[in-house]
Each structure stands twice: as structure tokens, then as C-alpha cells.
T-cell receptor, first 116, second 118 residues
Framework: EAGVTQFPSHSVIEKGQTVTLRCDPISGHDNLYWYRRVMGKEIKFLLHFVKESKQDESGMPNNRFLAERTGGTYSTLKVQPAELEDSGVYFC??????????????FGSGTQLSVL | AQKITQTQPGMFVQEKEAVTLDCTYDTSDPSYGLFWYKQPSSGEMIFLIYQGSYDQQNATEGRYSLNFQKARKSANLVISASQLGDSAMYFCAMREFLMDTGRRALTFGSGTRLQVQP
């Protein structure tokens, strides 16, 4: 069974450019989460989809970030325009139902974003 | 306020010895879960172990065990018989079951980098 996959694994862009990150969750997982880790700090929650709906987007830093999950399958996270402080590792995770306290999240390998 | 605190940025341990990675948490929610994840150099986050707030016994998964002290709000990870492949970042995380918000996301600590020496 395929795990959570993220594309690209690395992205280097200039300040002001646009970047789109993609996440393919495990098939059948309704819940999809985006997290990021900047400059060796803790991993911060960005948002949570249940199928195609945004359940919780309280972690989105500002309106330069736009996440979509059309059709409830894969998700994209667009940063437009990118700023230097957006550099970091962006993780995607998925889980089956989200209704159990002990339900673990399955993570992808992350996308390393460098904004120059 | 910090929800999850990992006070050890880095740890060294000799191969075959046991090591404890510290984690303290802060919540007013009576129902919550605590997780440990391992992040090797390849980047993916690997689930290790889970402890529920109502669990009476400490969780164990192979060489991993969780020293859960609820009154002290600590959930330390114990790795027994360390192996070279255990060298990685280790993250403690918590899920609160905040029924009023429906929040289901994990909150992570800053991580501990463990290096196992031969």
C-alpha cells in the first residue's frame, strides 16, 4: 500500500514567486493535514481537511497561503507570493476517520522549500 | 503557552544502552492522546507509540515504552537496547479532543536529536 506522497521533495524559488506543493494521502483517508517546520523550530499545524472540506484552518499564517482539496483526494498548498520566512519543510499527513483519540497520522517525507 | 515541551535538543547514547527522551505537556482537556514520532535523515515521520489519557498502563511497542506520569504531565519515551538505526529526531505530540472546536490536529514539541554511538 502506498504511503503519503509529497511533490516536489525540494523547491528553491525566489522571493515573490509562486510555489505549489502537492500531497497525495493514503487512499481512503478522509483526513488530510498540512504542517510545516521552519528553521529548526517545532512542527506547526497549518490546516485540516475532512474530505474536500476545510475542518480547521486556524494555523494558516496569512492569505498568501491557499490550500485546496478538490474531490477529496489529493491536496495542494499554494504560496503566492512567497516570502523569505516561508522557507522550511512542509509536511502532509493523513488519517482514516479522525474520530478516535488514538488514531495516528501517517506522514509524508515533506517538501523542503527554500525562498531566496 | 507551550503545549508540548521537549527540553533536550540533543542526546547521545551508547549502542545497546537505554535512553529516555523527555516530554512534558500542558492541557486542560481531560481527554487527550500522546504520540511519539521518529524522523530519520530520510525525512519521513514514523509513528512509534501512543498513550491515551485514560490508559491505566504505560504503553509499550517493542523496544519503545512510554513512561506516562499524568499528575506531572509528562510522557517520556524510553528506548531500550539502543541501535545505530535509532539515530534520528524524535518528536512528542499531543492530540486534545476539544469537542467544542472539533480540533483534531496534533501539537508537536520542538524535537530531540538522538545520536547512538557505537
Amino acid at each position: 500500500e502506498a504511503g503519503v506522497t509529497q511533490f516536489p521533495s525540494h523547491s528553491v524559488i525566489e522571493k515573490g514567486q509562486t510555489v505549489t506543493l502537492r500531497c497525495d494521502p493514503i487512499s481512503g483517508h478522509d483526513n488530510l493535514y498540512w504542517y510545516r517546520r521552519v528553521m529548526g523550530k517545532e512542527i506547526k499545524f497549518l490546516l485540516h481537511f475532512v474530505k474536500e472540506s476545510k475542518q480547521d484552518e486556524s494555523g494558516m499564517p496569512n492569505n498568501r497561503f491557499l490550500a485546496e482539496r478538490t474531490g477529496g483526494t489529493y491536496s495542494t498548498l499554494k504560496v503566492q507570493p512567497a516570502e523569505l520566512e516561508d522557507s522550511g519543510v512542509y509536511f502532509c499527513a493523513s488519517s482514516p476517520t479522525g474520530s478516535s483519540p488514538n488514531e495516528k497520522l501517517f506522514f509524508g517525507s515533506g517538501t523542503q522549500l527554500s525562498v531566496l | 503557552a507551550q503545549k508540548i515541551t521537549q527540553t533536550q535538543p540533543g542526546m547521545f547514547v551508547q549502542e545497546k544502552e537505554a535512553v529516555t527522551l523527555d516530554c512534558t505537556y500542558d492541557t486542560s482537556d481531560p481527554s487527550y492522546g500522546l504520540f511519539w514520532y521518529k524522523q530519520p535523515s530520510s525525512g519521513e515521520m514514523i509513528f512509534l507509540i501512543y498513550q491515551g489519557s485514560y490508559d491505566q498502563q504505560n504503553a509499550t511497542e517493542g523496544r519503545y515504552s512510554l513512561n506516562f506520569q499524568k499528575a506531572r504531565k509528562s510522557a517520556n519515551l524510553v528506548i531500550s537496547a539502543s541501535q545505530l538505526g535509532d539515530s534520528a529526531m524524535y518528536f512528542c505530540a499531543m492530540r486534545e479532543f476539544l469537542m467544542d472546536t472539533g480540533r483534531r490536529a496534533l501539537t508537536f514539541g520542538s524535537g530531540t536529536r538522538l545520536q547512538v554511538q557505537p
